[in-house]
């Protein structure tokens, strides 16, 4: 048993604790995971998220809301994309409240493209992992994603791009750059999260990264 004690769980806590278990799943470790707190046990409960050890107490009178269930996508980038856009256009754009009609689509297609570039780069054993939720009072909105691929400094310091003595931070600042792409170059290579930042940045929105032993972060304005 895996005793978590956090008494807050946010949605990339979620999306990682699913990898890590999975990933200890495959080591033949059959694990289960259960809080100190009954509240994070109904939060993750209530996330979809299936290694909660089955007589982890729940807090029954807490009706969480506005949750993005936990969602797993493996395989081929093209081979999932009908069901990465039909789970963002039944499940999350939903989730937003007065949304647009003018950033819908464009949130669809920036979205998908982190599952996209986290299928077709980081070649995770257990693909991407997938959590989200909408925060009322604050009137914010997070998705968050995660594998356990290569991460994107071993790539980009294998490409060359970045020397292998500069700090992974450069690395996650550097895919970010348009036309910068580790990959063969055609016309979309090296525009998928250039583009998703620059969304971001245009809406006034949060971007953050952690890969390696990196992190970036970008905010409306900076």
Known sequence: IVELKVKFLRPYGVAYLDQMMLYEKGKQKRRHLISTYSNVNQYLKQSAFNHLHPKAECDKPFPQEDIVRLKRFKGEPLAVETGVVRWLTKEVIPSFPSLSPQVKKPIVENLWEIVHNGLRHGHGEHGVTTAGQFYPKMGYFEVAFYDRGCGIPAKVKRFGAIGKAQPDSECISWSLGKGHSTEPLDQS?????????????????????VSGNGYLHHSGGD
Request: charged share 15%; glycine share 14%.
């Open 189 to 209: 290579s090296g525009l998928g999260l250039h583009l998703l930042r620059e969304f971001l940045m245009l809406n006034g929105r949060l971007l953050q990264i």
